[in-house]
Nanobody
Framework: QVQLVESGGGSVQDGGSLKLSCAAS????????LAWFRQVPGKEREGVAKIFASTGKSYFGDSVKGRFTISQDNAKKTVYLQMNNLKSEDTAMYYCAARVGVCRTPPSEYNYWGQGTQVTVSS
């Protein structure tokens, strides 16, 4: 069982930056894929970024490439999502998720979820 706790959400103006954190209760991040998804009411959950902790290989959704980065701190068992040049369309609830094994795309492939943190970007 892996518990995930997100933090770092908030309100920012267009073009601003935020850094989200996801702390995992796992003994180690090794072997886990940790992902960030986002969701707005009435829409499906969208994959934003994910990282396979064993190798550091990362993946990004098309809408955030070049603006968002994902990183990990193995000692703190924490994954970060650095979001730069934020736009109003980035407004959403952001969720951290984890699965054992390589990264997959569908949210249904992830067994563990955090409670979410709200990001609001105003123009």
């Amino acid at each position: 069982q892996v518990q995930l706790v997100e933090s770092g959400g908030g309100s920012v103006q267009d073009g601003g930056s935020l850094k989200l954190s996801c702390a995992a209760s796992a003994n180690t991040l090794s072997g886990l894929c940790l992902a960030w998804f986002r969701q707005v009411p009435g829409k499906e959950r969208e994959g934003v970024a994910k990282i396979f902790a064993s190798t550091g290989k990362s993946y990004f959704g098309d809408s955030v490439k070049g603006r968002f980065t994902i990183s990990q701190d193995n000692a703190k068992k924490t994954v970060y999502l650095q979001m730069n040049n934020l736009k109003s369309e980035d407004t959403a609830m952001y969720y951290c998720a984890a699965r054992v094994g390589v990264c997959r795309t569908p949210p249904s492939e992830y067994n563990y979820w955090g409670q979410g943190t709200q990001v609001t970007v105003s123009s």
